[in-house]
């Protein structure tokens, strides 16, 4: 089993539409949680970053920690077709130094 | 803020060529440091990370080296390039808990 898991898509919505981006891992150890945007051949940008539980917003998007059922999400409200990109969630725990990503969700907004 | 520069955006290099790719970090010290390789339509394998000047960790036994010269300084080397070292390589920093990276390396071995 990885440690992180992410539905590669691609998911296809129309402009306009609410989107959930997910990622479910295993190892309960995990506090730093981040979502990363990454268009076509360009380096991932960093949208939202969360230590442990809750949710955080900025803007459009919402990042939401659930540690009890090890699941994060992204949701991005009012969707453009400059959001098409796709979308990797990524952990770390603390004391160590890696980050583990998931391998990306392929977003698609339609106009 | 912080920035990472990270150049040069695209190389392409022959087969049995050295490598030499460079990051600088502004804005931050004593960063951890990170070299990550993407494949196409794959997710991001980790290299190389550094937590501080000198110290190198690997993280897969292959055809690459890392060095961290200087504080906010990682450079990517190779000897001898292989087919299978061409991807789109990235750097990457990361200071209490948050972790960005550079533009990126998009390598081509022919």
């Known amino acids: 089993q990885k440690e992180v898991e992410q539905d590669p898509g691609p998911l296809s919505v129309p402009e306009g539409a609410i989107v959930s981006l997910n990622c479910t891992y295993s190892?309960?150890?995990?506090?730093?949680f981040m979502w990363y945007r990454q268009y076509s051949r360009k380096g991932p940008e960093l949208l939202m970053y969360?230590?442990?539980?809750g949710n955080k917003e900025d803007g459009r998007f919402t990042a939401q920690v659930d540690k009890s059922s090890k699941y994060i999400s992204l949701f991005i409200r009012d969707s453009q077709p400059s959001d098409s990109a796709t979308y990797l969630c990524?952990?770390?725990?603390?004391?160590?130094?890696?980050?583990?990503f998931g391998t990306g969700t392929r977003l698609k907004v339609l106009a | 803020s912080q920035t990472i520069h990270q150049w040069p955006a695209t190389l392409v290099q022959p087969v049995g060529s050295p490598l030499s790719l460079e990051c600088t970090v502004e804005?931050?010290?004593?960063?951890?440091l990170y070299w990550y390789r993407q494949a196409a339509g794959r997710g991001l394998q980790l290299l190389f990370y550094?937590?501080?000047?000198?110290?190198i960790s690997s993280e897969v036994p292959q055809n690459l080296s890392a060095s961290r010269p200087q504080d906010r300084q990682f450079i990517l080397s190779s000897k001898k390039l292989l087919l299978s070292d061409s991807g789109f390589y990235l750097c990457?920093?990361?200071?209490?808990?948050?972790?960005?990276f550079g533009s990126g390396t998009r390598l081509t071995v022919v």
């Open positions: 990524a952990m770390r725990a603390s004391g160590t130094y890696k980050y583990i």
């Open positions: 969360t230590y442990s539980s």
């Open positions: 550094s937590v501080g000047i000198g110290q």
């Open positions: 990457a920093w990361s200071v209490a808990g948050v972790c960005a």
């Open positions: 190892n309960s150890a995990f506090q730093y």
């Open positions: 804005g931050t010290s004593n960063p951890n």
